[in-house]
């Protein structure tokens, strides 16, 4: 019966990792679609001498790929920059928990060791009361 449900875990698992597989690669190939599409009036085919494009076609052509450039790499830049201030925040809000949980666990610990100094000091009394008692009913 283990075997069974190990072998269920197993199958269950790897559909899981294979429908991650494809939704990552579903989602790669629509980025690859819009970027050649967003680029695609760029790779126009080489034209013969007599119809090679003019200097200025040629600037305004470097001019849209450098455009094209900076819009998506300022975006990602900004995105990353964005997602290192939210794990350095997050870095510190850890560290400062750590520190807190450290101290709680020493406070109970100290709470612990007084509670059984407590408890034994209270077993011994009672333990001395009891021999006390025990002596007068002997006597």
Known sequence: MNATNR???AAETTSEVDSNLAAVSEVEAGIRDFVRNDIAYLRRP????ETAPTD???DATVSNVNSLIQRVA???LAEIEKLIGE???LRDLL??????????ISGYAQLS???MKSTRMIADNVSQWKRAADGLRNS
Do not use: D, K
């Open 87 to 89: 794990l350095e925040s």
């Open 95 to 104: 560290h400062a928990e750590g520190q807190r949980v450290q101290r709680e």
């Open 7 to 9: 072998t269920e875990e």
């Open 56 to 58: 200025t076609n040629t």
């Open 113 to 115: 060791q007084a509670a």
């Open 74 to 76: 300022g975006t990602s």
């Open 46 to 49: 080489v034209a013969s001498p």
